[in-house]
């Protein structure tokens, strides 16, 4: 189990595992992803579309899809 270094608290926790997953690859298994400038882009899974609106932003750690309104984390949705 990871634990946090710094303390108990279930936020630090939650933030040290952010910090160690890649949400580009946990995504790209799923959802072929395209490089798209500073983020990747896909059709959205959550929904039937015809050109991409799923936005995943490796820098910041979360995806958004315009055209649903789906967004996340790695970890919770």
Do not use: W
Not at 16 to 22: E, G, K, N, P
Not at 34 to 43: E, H, L
């Amino acid at each position: 189990m990871l634990r946090s270094r710094s303390s108990d608290d279930p936020n630090d926790f939650i933030q040290t595992l952010l910090s160690r997953v890649d949400i580009v690859e946990v995504i790209d298994r799923l959802v072929p992803l395209k490089k798209a400038g500073a983020n990747y882009v896909a059709c959205c899974p959550f929904h039937s579309e015809k050109s991409p609106s799923f936005t995943v932003s490796p820098s910041k750690q979360f995806y958004h899809c315009f055209g649903c309104g789906a967004h996340g984390t790695a970890i919770a949705s």
